[in-house]
């Protein structure tokens, strides 16, 4: 069964680099490739970043690239997404999730329509 657990967020200023975190469990990490989404109230949830289920191989949307950092820790169960140089447009709810997967990586796509866990709101601001 599908394990996801995220937190990490709050208020965070834009100087500020806090690190996400989403609890899974052994079934969910050896299954499945990781991924990070957002979504702003009133849109579309996007994809961030994703993470290969055995290579380590990762993926960004251009508008993260070089602030925020995906990795996972199988021996805690744990996949984070680091955040860095914040910028108001970060402040969302993010989530975790499985996500399909690619030629020896990972695509930022959920793997089920609709798994998905409670979420952690980041808010930056100044």
């Known amino acids: 069964q599908v394990q996801l657990v995220e937190s990490g967020g709050g208020l965070v200023q834009p100087g500020e680099s806090p690190t996400l975190s989403c609890a899974s469990n052994k079934f969910t990490l050896h299954h499945f490739a990781m991924g990070w989404f957002r979504q702003v109230s009133g849109k579309e949830r996007e994809g961030v970043s994703c993470?290969?289920?055995?290579?380590?191989?990762?993926n960004y949307v251009d508008a993260v690239k070089g602030r925020f950092t995906i990795s996972k820790d199988n021996a805690k169960l744990t996949v984070y997404l680091q955040l860095s140089n914040l910028k108001p447009e970060d402040t969302a709810d993010y989530y975790c999730a499985p996500v399909m997967p690619g030629q020896g990586s990972c695509v930022m796509t959920p793997y089920f329509d609709n798994y998905w866990g409670q979420g952690t709101r980041v808010t930056v601001s100044s």
């Open positions: 993470i290969s289920r055995h290579s380590g191989n990762t």
